[in-house]
């Protein structure tokens, strides 16, 4: 950076402390200030979600059945003398997924940590375009205020799965507008967040930072940017054109001849709704890794400075990023095998698939290998970002049989595919995000979170989510769809509907355990333990910033010249090196990292 | 409804398909196992093999290779293109494109709508009368043309799937409103149904037995109640079945 831009950033400081507390802390255009506002809402939001699931989760265990306590609460379009009615069944579900995916791991994993860190972690006093951070957060915010109220909504919210499949999702009611109104928000806010987050790291790295230097967060960040960048405008396109099948009468996924409840169509059709679907997981496959690598990032960053050493194959894990983000656009289509398609595109995609595994493996297998030959901290983010690796395990390896098409003809839109899909995003990234959250939250408020209560927070977090998606492998080799009101309705899922209670009571007892998270998560704030800038003895650059680092970040510019593990430099006092210590006298092997 | 066919593994296989879906459900799952005991084993013996402790230090070794796991990386990969090439591939294939011949097979007509699986078959001439959505109505499930005389032995029943054992099956599925999904556990057949395309799919059943249609779709409220009951008889008890239909229906209009 030059003096140049060190005089404008003082400026800007000054201008700063002048600004009222609504533009400081409300619209504000800190990086850090969206970085926790993203943090927080989508905190909210995944215990909003997860709430949706918990009573979701008594319809399958007790289908039925009047739900105890609460049950009352609901309006009469909702439960009946607390008895669920198949329409909320539905909604809960829809909700549920697109509720933790779009608006609860995404902002949190991109919008919380991807902006309060990427600019520390790039030595950057701020985003490249502070306004558009601002406007993408509040975006956010508005689409999930409208997915939220779609609850209000005649009929209820969208209930056609997170999926929206047509035609389905286009004769429903009013909610699936609301739903594609505030899809429409949550896009474009991803569109904006992501050019700041390729500008940021492609400009603003500090002097010496090359991007081989960069910490493996940095690169996860920045490849999911392109991902988000590229992969939502065609369902930017599909929502518009579903949106005008259900307010202008087009007929974009509507083919002719359609006969809906006893009524002939009157639409002119001659669309398809296949469309939709290729539209929808353009998008919905490349967001899977937009869900993975920032969580991959997280537990990079963790285990480095937790296991006191250099992270194995960095640059293996890096080419493995990128070589993921060009194969997730040539995946799409293997959540399509039973939709008709033919033999030689299957193929296409069955291959495309198992190559895609490949580079998952290596990171994976790189982050493990890290741990050997380290001196292990096992404090509270290390805790979730060791489990990340057999929970994400599990997930990847039980994605193989789903990604081989025939094995998928039994699996398909069976309870396997929850199974698999939540062992990646909850136990999975979801675990990585809590390992973030223990991580960084000293950074941010200059206090650390209890090791006492996070401990007790892992421990029963661990042992229930397990209990809720372990079962599910087994109901989906019995062969149990997906999205039932009531599994009881089949003679091939009665065997196996006592997991379902298992499972249920699973959920409760982890919901219970997130208590552990919210009082630990608040009591820090205001009485956490004080600590220093650097208090894991970590090497980035975010850690030579002041705890919570000022509007500018940094008091002077940083320079770097060490790559970003120097982790038991030997002839060293100290156990770690920062990335931008002045590399004096060449110390072995120290300042390149390949 | 038996219980013997369904548990906690696979349900029962009746179908001269299933076996080599299941042989690879086995197969990757158990190369899975091996992977995964392999890994946390490894895992474990990490974490405490170097855990902190006093007179531990770390190693620093950032340029360190490991030989093995490039080994299994690359075993991995070997695996995963003999699992397409020897199973998934080739079963798909057969499933999809290996048809039987149509004077051999049973043709049937699945259609579905929210929330049932009407059933549509030829009768004694074998050719399907010609259907039209327009004369759709609470009594004509498909919207039979009373015109056509084709049509006139044709047989359609609601959540009736009756099929003859040994014997090919080829079906042709079509929606009348939305996606949704035609599952035979026991047959290993799983197809969604898209409206505006006619999907043909075959099968063929060893065994006799009763079972259900699933529906795998999310298609909307009735979605968990859209099952239907697949009955697999000997060719004789078939016959006697679909005669009896026949008079069924044309015993209504005569009498």
């Known amino acids: 950076m030059s003096t140049a831009s060190a005089a404008h ?48 989760r008594w319809q399958l265990a007790y289908p039925g059945q009047p739900l105890p306590l609460i049950g009352n609460l609901f309006n009469e379009s909702a439960m009946v003398g607390g008895i669920m009615l198949p329409e909320f069944y539905n909604q809960l579900g829809a909700m549920h997924g697109t509720i933790m995916v779009f608006m609860g791991v995404v902002p949190l ?28 957060y509040w975006l956010y915010f508005v689409g ?99 949106l005008m099948d259900r307010l202008a009468a087009t007929s974009f996924f509507m083919p002719s001849g359609l006969v809906v409840n006893g009524v002939v169509s009157q639409l002119s059709g001659g669309g398809n709704p296949i469309l939709w679907q290729h539209l929808f997981w353009f998008l919905a496959h490349p967001e899977v890794y937009v869900l993975i690598l920032p969580a991959m990032g997280i ?16 640059k293996a894990m890096v080419d493995s990023v990128i070589a993921i983000a060009f194969l997730s656009f040539v995946v799409w289509a293997h959540h399509m095998y039973l939709t008709g398609m033919g033999t030689k595109m299957s193929s296409f995609f069955q291959i495309t698939t198992m190559i895609i595994s490949i580079p998952s493996v290596i990171i994976l297998t790189s982050l493990a290998l890290s741990l050997w030959g380290g001196s292990i901290r096992f404090n509270t983010p290390m805790l979730f970002a060791v489990a990340f690796l057999p929970m994400f395990g599990i997930g990847g390896l039980t994605g193989l049989p789903l990604g081989l098409a025939s094995a998928d003809i039994h699996l398909h839109d069976t309870y396997y595919v929850i199974g698999h899909f939540h062992y990646v995003v909850a136990p999975g990234t979801i675990f990585a995000l809590f390992a973030g959250v223990y991580h960084w939250f000293p950074k941010a408020t200059g206090r650390r979170m209890s090791e006492a209560l996070g401990k007790i927070h892992f421990w029963l977090s661990f042992i229930f989510i397990n ?15 997906r999205r039932l009101y009531d599994p009881t309705q089949y003679a091939h899922a009665l065997p196996t509907q006592p997991l379902n209670v298992v499972m249920s009571w699973s959920a409760w007892l982890l919901g219970l355990s997130q208590i552990f998270f919210i009082i630990n998560f608040f009591k820090s704030i205001f009485w956490g333990q004080k600590v220093d800038q650097n208090p894991w003895g970590a090497t980035t650059l975010e850690w030579t910033a002041p705890s919570p680092p000022p509007h500018g970040n940094f008091t002077k510019p940083p320079v770097v010249s060490r790559g970003p593990y120097e982790y038991s430099v030997p002839g060293r006092k100290l156990d770690y090196v920062l990335q931008s210590e002045p590399a004096e006298a060449p110390v072995a092997g120290a300042g390149k990292v390949k | 409804m038996d219980s013997k066919y369904y548990g906690w593994g696979l349900p029962i296989d009746i179908s001269t398909n299933g076996a080599s879906i299941d042989q690879l459900i086995y197969v990757i799952h158990g190369l899975m196992a091996l992977l995964f005991l392999g890994w946390i084993t490894f895992l474990i013996l990490a974490l405490v093999r170097f855990r902190e402790r006093s007179g531990h230090k770390a190693e ?44 051999s097979a049973l043709h049937v007509r699945v259609v579905a709508e929210q929330f049932a699986w009407n059933i549509h078959y030829a009768g004694k001439d074998g050719i399907f009368g010609k259907t039209d959505v327009k004369l759709i109505s609470p009594t004509s499930p498909v919207g039979l043309d009373p015109a056509d005389t084709a049509g006139a032995d044709d047989i359609i029943t609601i959540n009736q799937l009756h099929i003859p054992v040994d014997t090919p099956v080829i079906a042709d599925l079509s929606s009348k409103d939305v996606i949704h999904c035609f599952a035979l556990p026991v047959m290993r057949v799983k197809q969604d149904v898209i409206p505006g395309q006619v999907i043909p799919i075959w099968f063929q059943a060893k065994e006799t037995g009763n079972f259900e249609i699933a529906c795998a779709q999310l298609c909307g409220l009735g979605h968990y109640r859209m099952r239907g009951f697949f009955t697999v008889d000997s ?21």
């Open chain 1, 9 to 56: 950033l003082a400026t800007a400081e000054h201008h700063y402390e002048d600004l009222p507390f609504w533009r400081k802390y409300i619209f504000s255009t800190d990086h850090k200030v969206i970085g926790i506002q993203y943090a927080v809402t989508g905190l909210l939001f995944l215990f909003f979600g997860f709430c949706l699931m918990m009573l979701i």
């Open chain 1, 109 to 136: 994993a991109v919008g919380g940590f991807g902006n309060f860190v990427l600019p520390l972690q790039v030595g950057a006093a701020d985003m490249a375009f502070p306004k558009l951070n601002m406007v993408s």
């Open chain 1, 144 to 242: 999930g205020v409208i997915m939220f109220a779609s609850f209000f909504a005649p009929a209820g919210a969208a209930q056609s799965g997170w999926t929206s499949y047509p035609p389905l999702a286009n004769i429903a009611s009013v909610g699936q507008t609301l739903w594609l109104l505030g899809m429409a928000f949550l896009i474009n806010s991803s569109l904006l967040g992501s050019i700041n987050f390729i500008v940021t790291t492609a400009q603003l790295r500090a002097k010496g930072l090359s991007f081989y230097k960069l910490p493996f967060f940095v690169w996860a960040q920045f490849i999911t940017a392109f991902l988000l960048l590229l992969a939502f405008p065609p369902l930017m396109a599909a929502a518009v054109l579903q």
């Open chain 1, 299 to 314: 537990v990079a960053e963790v285990i480095a400075c937790n296991t006191r050493k250099p992270l194995y194959g960095y």
């Open chain 1, 467 to 481: 209990g809720v998606f372990m079962p599910m492998f087994i109901q989906g080799l019995a062969g149990v769809s």
């Open chain 2, 60 to 103: 620093y070794k950032p340029h360190h290779h490991f030989r093995v796991p490039t080994l299994v990386e690359v075993a991995v990969a070997v695996t995963e293109v003999v699992l397409l090439c020897a199973f998934s591939i080739p079963t798909f294939s057969q499933v999809r494109n290996e048809f039987p011949p149509k004077a």
């Open chain 2, 235 to 255: 060719k004789d008890k078939f016959g006697a079945w679909l005669e009896g239909e026949l008079m069924k229906k044309t015993g209504g209009k005569v009498g």
